[in-house]
């Protein structure tokens, strides 16, 4: 399997910018996440779907970002407009029953 | 309220000796309990699990971790670190009945040679 796949691993945008990071979760798992990691914060849980549907979209900072999940094996992750504090590492993970998450290799984010 | 703590933001460790990491969390339900390490410009990594059964449970790179109930704890553990044991280690805790983890601060790990 090839795993969670993330792309583009590296994007560096100006501020006012769209920015779209997409990931393809492992093939049969029900549940997916977007996770943002920063210094000050650390790992923070955005939003997760089940099914193709959000569930807990609480994480998610501001109007300005947005998740969709259109099929099993792809969802985005929009940030419009974006702003330099929303540089980041952003990680999309999948998950089997029972919970383990299964991470991607993570979109580094810079907005300058 | 739900939480996992890692009281230790880094831990510096010889090469050659052993390693305990802290993890204790608060939760209301029986646990799911995960260890996940974090290479420096990597994606996290599951190390090792526990759900159910054997308290003691054995991981990937030599690492093993003891679930203690009545302290509330999960301590990961290693008898002989090596130097690519350098990275960042993650606890987290889940349930059965939802899919969504609550993640510790997690430890830096410094290798010293």
């Known amino acids: 399997d090839a795993g969670v796949i993330q792309s583009p691993r590296h994007e560096v945008t100006e501020m006012g910018q769209e920015v779209t990071l997409r990931c393809k979760p492992i093939s049969g798992h029900d549940y997916l996440f977007w996770y943002r990691q920063t210094m000050m914060r650390g790992l923070e849980l955005l939003i997760y779907f089940n099914n193709n549907v959000p569930i807990d979209d609480s994480g998610m900072p501001e109007d300005r970002f947005s998740a969709k999940m259109p099929n099993a094996s792809f969802s985005t992750l929009k940030i419009q407009p974006s702003e330099p504090r929303d540089s980041a590492v952003y990680f999309c993970?999948?998950?089997?029953?029972?919970?383990?998450?299964?991470f991607g290799p993570g979109t580094r984010l810079l907005v300058l | 309220a739900q939480s996992v703590t890692q009281p230790d933001i880094h831990i510096t460790v010889s090469e050659g000796a052993s390693l305990e990491l802290r993890c204790n969390y608060s939760y209301g339900a029986t646990p799911y309990l995960f260890w996940y390490v974090q290479s420096p410009g990597q994606g996290l990594q599951l190390l090792l699990k526990y759900f159910s059964g054997d308290t003691l449970v054995q991981g990937i790179k030599g690492f093993e971790a003891e679930f203690k109930r009545s302290q509330s704890s999960f301590n990961l553990r290693k008898p002989s670190v090596h130097w690519s044991d350098a990275a960042e280690y993650f606890c987290a805790v889940g349930a059965s009945s939802n899919y969504q983890l609550i993640w510790g601060a997690g430890t830096k790990l410094i290798i010293k040679p």
């Open positions: 993970a999948s998950s089997v029953p029972g919970g383990t998450q299964y």
